[in-house]
T-cell receptor, first 116, second 112 residues
Framework: SAVISQKPSRDICQRGTSLTIQCQVDSQVTMMFWYRQQPGQSLTLIATANQGSEATYESGFVIDKFPISRPNLTFSTLTVSNMSPEDSSIYLC?????????????FGEGSRLTVL | GNSVTQMEGPVTLSEEAFLTINCTYTATGYPSLFWYVQYPGEGLQLLLKATKADDKGSNKGFEATYRKETTSFHLEKGSVQVSDSAVYFCARRMDSSYKLIFGSGTRLLVRP
């Protein structure tokens, strides 16, 4: 298993501003994932962040809106840029820490953003 | 395609009732399957998993069997408790990837 810490746990932001979410893992991991959970909805994958390479974004998500850093094997950041109320969500960091066969993910507790 | 379909909630049960939350998936091949649970105000926790056909995952009294014939992974518990009130997400691994695809989630409310 892996212990994942996210900061901030919650924040209230003004429209047009940007916020960076930090994700710290207690062990070295190759793959880190950023998910979004909109109110009352399921989880949607934003991007995959591997150390030493650019993040890979899923359809509907772009680097200009959600820039990601992955400076080492235990840390990543996700920035939500130029926020609007539609960006109000829980943003979750996750890591692959199971075996290669199972592929299970472990999640942080999430960062709940409210955009006014 | 790649999708996971869960029964819609909320599901409201009395304590000690039997629980079933249906989950079906589409996939090529036999991806690993998971149930995650999200308690109020918390992040997602892995509840159980199954990695191949006919596997049964179990944890905390919950069970789910990987049924390739019906492409299903239904979650069951024989006697629910108030503390089981949470949102349950079925998920499958994306083909040849560590990414997970999640179902829409099913909220369970257990009344004393």
């Amino acid at each position: 298993s892996a212990v994942i810490s996210q900061k901030p746990s919650r924040d209230i932001c003004q429209r047009g501003t940007s916020l960076t979410i930090q994700c710290q893992v207690d062990s070295q991991v190759t793959m880190m994932f950023w998910y979004r959970q909109q109110p009352g909805q399921s989880l949607t994958l934003i991007a995959t962040a591997n150390q030493g390479s650019e993040a890979t974004y899923e359809s509907g998500f772009v680097i200009d809106k959600f820039p990601i850093s992955r400076p080492n094997l235990t840390f990543s950041t996700l920035t939500v840029s130029n926020m609007s109320p539609e960006d109000s969500s829980i943003y979750l960091c996750s890591v692959q820490a199971g075996s290669a066969n199972t592929g299970e993910l472990f999640f942080g507790e999430g960062s709940r953003l409210t955009v006014l | 395609g790649n999708s996971v379909t869960q029964m819609e909630g909320p599901v409201t049960l009395s304590e000690e009732a039997f629980l079933t939350i249906n989950c079906t998936y589409t996939a090529t091949g036999y991806p690993s399957l998971f149930w995650y649970v999200q308690y109020p105000g918390e992040g997602l926790q892995l509840l159980l998993k199954a990695t191949k056909a006919d596997d049964k995952g179990s944890n905390k009294g919950f069970e789910a069997t990987y049924r390739k014939e019906t492409t299903s992974f239904h979650l069951e518990k024989g006697s629910v408790q108030v503390s089981d009130s949470a949102v349950y997400f079925c998920a499958r691994r994306m083909d040849s990837s560590y990414k997970l695809i999640f179902g829409s989630g099913t909220r369970l409310l257990v009344r004393p």
